[in-house]
């Protein structure tokens, strides 16, 4: 199994585990570290780095960060650059992270780095197109006593 390392800024990855928890129970190989305020760049590098070994069970890990160019991201990237069989995707949102969850069984980690960008991706919606889109095929029925 693919082990997952979810970080981000302040309660960033203490809130995506509540989550996770909530929606895919509780979880092996999968390791959720805050950047806090009173924590140095070089700290987090440390839990990083710690977290990564914890989780790998020889399929690689993937490490889901909140910001890309922020310091969980840049620490991580860091990691990546000197270890093999580490990827990263930044920018990570809770749809990703719950299914990284559920698809990380049987695939491959690049396999796994794609699913999780397509599912990324198409949570992002806008509310206001997606009715006015439903709307448009639906069209209000009108009483016959004009209420």
């Known amino acids: 199994m693919i082990g997952i390392i979810v970080s981000g800024h302040i309660h960033f990855a203490s809130g995506m585990q509540s989550a996770v928890k909530a929606i895919a129970g509780e979880q092996k190989q999968m390791e959720f570290i805050d950047f806090v305020e009173s924590m140095s760049t070089d700290e987090l590098e440390a839990k990083l780095r710690q977290a990564a070994l914890l989780a790998d069970s020889g399929e690689g ?3 889901l960060t ?6 969980p991201c840049n620490r991580a990237l860091a990691i990546m650059m000197d270890t093999p069989n580490i990827e990263l995707i930044a920018g990570a949102n809770l749809p990703m992270i719950a299914n990284a969850a559920f698809e990380r069984e049987d695939v491959s980690l690049q396999e796994l780095v794609e699913t999780l960008l397509e599912i990324g991706a198409s949570c992002m919606q806008d509310m206001r197109k997606e009715l006015e ?10 009483c016959e006593d004009g209420l």
């Open 66 to 71: 909140d910001i890309p160019g922020g310091s």
């Open 133 to 142: 889109a439903v709307m448009e095929l639906e069209p209000v029925a009108e």
């Open 61 to 63: 890990v993937l490490f």
